[in-house]
């Protein structure tokens, strides 16, 4: 595997790692200066689909992390790219928030909530209206009549997509529901999975960013809080992973999960790897 201090690119999930909601993890934000110091190459992969890169650059910035918005990735972005392949130009209906709105329209789709709005109210949805995909991601503001509709849509032939499938995430001091809550949702009502979910544990961001940084598998690390996410896609991917104990799981969950779970090194925080790196 090679030591840390070989590795040239680091990727690092947001929530539970770097901040706990709105609160920084100072002992995350330290060892991203280190890295900055030793000039390694770091980025950032986020399963949350509610803001886009520029706003979450804004956030660790007022973090005090040099941040640029060509490092984030997010779940919403990975998607983007993945149906800008598959449906160009199409019509989209999105169960999320307005940066990811805001993503999908960047991304050339018309967004049908925007676009008809009238449709989350109607109780039946006429033949001229449809999309060529739903997709979920987190929604705050999420309803009913959303829900209804997506769901109405599927049925006329909407492919169902979800941005990611994190059942919870670690707000300030409880554990909040995330965007997999809202996907089970509709996969209950409809008894269909989504076609495909585009958020860890699916190695696809992590591929990418390697891709766009040139960099081997061999010499990239991943950082996350969540076995079942962030440390399942580095193992995936190939990549060295560390898991941090100031978000979702914890060492003795590691009895839980199989071995490709399980992190390369387990940390109770990032400080343990400020002289390995
Ligand atoms: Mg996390």
Redesign the pocket.
Known sequence: MGSLSEKELYIF?????IYRSNKPIPEAIQFIHALHSKNKQVTYL??NSSKTKSEFALKLISMGIQAKEDEIYTSAYISAEYLKAHYRDGTAFVIGESGFESILKEAGFTVLNESNPEIIEMEQISDDIGADFVIVGWDRFVTYNKFRSAMMLIQKGAHFYASND?SS??GPDSIWPGAGALVAFLQTALHQQPKKIFGKPSPMGINQILQNYGVLPANAVMV???LT??ILAGNRAGVTTIGVET??HFRKDLLKFGEDHHPTHFVSSLKELMNEI
């Open positions: 999930d947001l929530d539970g790692v986020t399963n994190d995430f670690p996350g809080d969540r996410t962030d978000g979702i």
